[in-house]
Structure formats: C-alpha cells, structure tokens
C-alpha cells in the first residue's frame, strides 16, 4: 500500500502526455472550424449557382416557343377581339413538379405544357446547377398589356417571364456530424420582358 501511494502521486504530478492531449483537444475546435468555413463557402457557391441558373432560364425562357401553349398560340383576332386592341390580362404558373400550367389571372382555354421547350430549359439550369430537379423549376407568364392583336411580327403576348426555384436543400458536411439535417434554400428567382419570344 505504501508503495501505491507515491507511485499515484508521481504518476498524478507526470506531464509527460499533456502536450498531446491539449493539441488532441485543440485539433477538434480547428478542423470544426475549418469544415464550417469550408460549409459556408459551399453555401455560397451553391445559391449564385441557383441564381445564375434562373438568370439562365429566364435569358432561355424569353427567346424560345412559351412554355403554356395556349399563350403562345394565343390568337385575339379569333377571340373576336379587334385588331390592334390590347389583349386581355392573363397569367399562368407552369410547373415542373406537375407538368402543367394553371392560369392564374383571367379566363381562357387549355394553359397546355410544352414539355420540350421545359426540358431544355431545365437542361441550361442543370448545366450550371445539377442539383436541380424539375420539380425545383417554376415559370410564370403575366401578361401586362405588351402586345397587341393581330400582331403579324410575333405573338400577340409578350408578357414577363418569371423563372423560380423553391425547395432546393443544402446538405452541410460540417453540421451534419452535429445532427443537423438538410435545410431548403430561400427561393430565387429572374424576371424578363418576353418582347422576343418566338
């Protein structure tokens, strides 16, 4: 028993491990904080990918065939509206998630999806974005009075196209050793004026 005791006290006055172990304890804060700065810079990266895809999409949306089609094959002459008038205010919501559009503003035909002019849309978005899903992918077509009936130019809507992401998530490498589970980002989106639709 007596030799127990000096050798505890010997052992309890030994610093001989203490430098590993502050480092040990002082590594885990370190690489913490470096996986969280390294997060932070994947966050932004990933919401200016997002936003550049919608800037992208709304750039694509504006010069190609709308994606409801019965906006683009609008005809107000044979809604007996006369030539020259204003169209009527209208909007629809297409969406990837559904495949389809919904008027949202006035009354009208079949909103109708091109499914085509969708993909290749959705397809420019992935190539800055790959995360993007279609169920990601919302447009809006408001027509606000540009265009005219009987236009012989073009269609006789040219309304703001508006190009949305909503639900996208962020998986963070660092927060997810804490537990912490993916979180949605706030939406974006990018609005252009349809003047050249085709």
Same mark, same amino acid.
């Given at each position: 028993?007596?030799?127990? @005791?000096?050798?505890?006290?010997?052992?309890?006055?030994?610093?001989?491990?203490?430098?590993?172990?502050?480092?040990?304890?002082?590594?885990?804060?370190?690489? *913490?904080?470096?996986?969280?700065?390294?997060?932070?810079?994947?966050?932004?990266?990933?919401?200016?990918?997002?936003?550049?895809?919608?800037?992208?999409?709304?750039?694509?949306?504006?010069?190609?065939?709308?994606?409801?089609?019965?906006?683009? +094959?609008? +005809?107000?002459?044979?809604?007996?509206?006369?030539?020259?008038?204003?169209?009527?205010?209208?909007?629809?919501?297409?969406?990837?998630?559904?495949? *389809?559009?919904?008027?949202?503003?006035? *009354?009208?035909?079949? &909103?109708?999806? +091109?499914?085509?002019?969708? +993909?290749?849309?959705?397809?420019?978005?992935?190539?800055?974005?790959?995360?993007? /899903?279609?169920?990601?992918? @919302?447009?809006?077509?408001?027509?606000?009075?540009?265009?005219?009936?009987?236009? &012989?130019?073009?269609?006789?809507?040219?309304?703001?196209?508006?190009?949305?992401?909503?639900?996208?998530?962020?998986?963070?490498?660092?927060? /997810?050793?804490?537990?912490?589970?993916?979180?949605?980002?706030?939406?974006?989106?990018?609005?252009?004026?349809?003047?050249?639709? *085709?």
């Amino acid at each position: 028993m007596r030799r127990a @005791v000096p050798s505890l006290t010997r052992l309890a006055r030994d610093e001989g491990g203490s430098t590993a172990a502050e480092f040990g304890l002082i590594c885990l804060v370190f690489i *913490s904080m470096i996986l969280g700065v390294i997060d932070m810079g994947r966050l932004a990266w990933r919401i200016n990918a997002a936003k550049a895809a919608t800037r992208e999409a709304a750039r694509y949306a504006v010069v190609n065939p709308m994606i409801s089609t019965y906006m683009a +094959n609008y +005809n107000g002459l044979s809604q007996n509206i006369p030539g020259g008038q204003v169209v009527p205010n209208m909007a629809f919501r297409c969406s990837g998630a559904s495949s *389809s559009c919904t008027q949202i503003v006035g *009354s009208g035909g079949n &909103p109708g999806f +091109n499914a085509t002019v969708f +993909n290749a849309m959705l397809a420019k978005m992935q190539g800055l974005d790959p995360e993007i /899903q279609a169920a990601n992918v @919302v447009v809006t077509y408001r027509h606000v009075g540009l265009g005219v009936v009987g236009d &012989p130019y073009g269609p006789d809507m040219e309304p703001l196209v508006t190009v949305s992401l909503t639900g996208v998530t962020f998986q963070s490498a660092a927060l /997810q050793i804490f537990g912490v589970a993916p979180f949605t980002l706030p939406d974006m989106a990018s609005t252009l004026s349809g003047e050249s639709l *085709s």
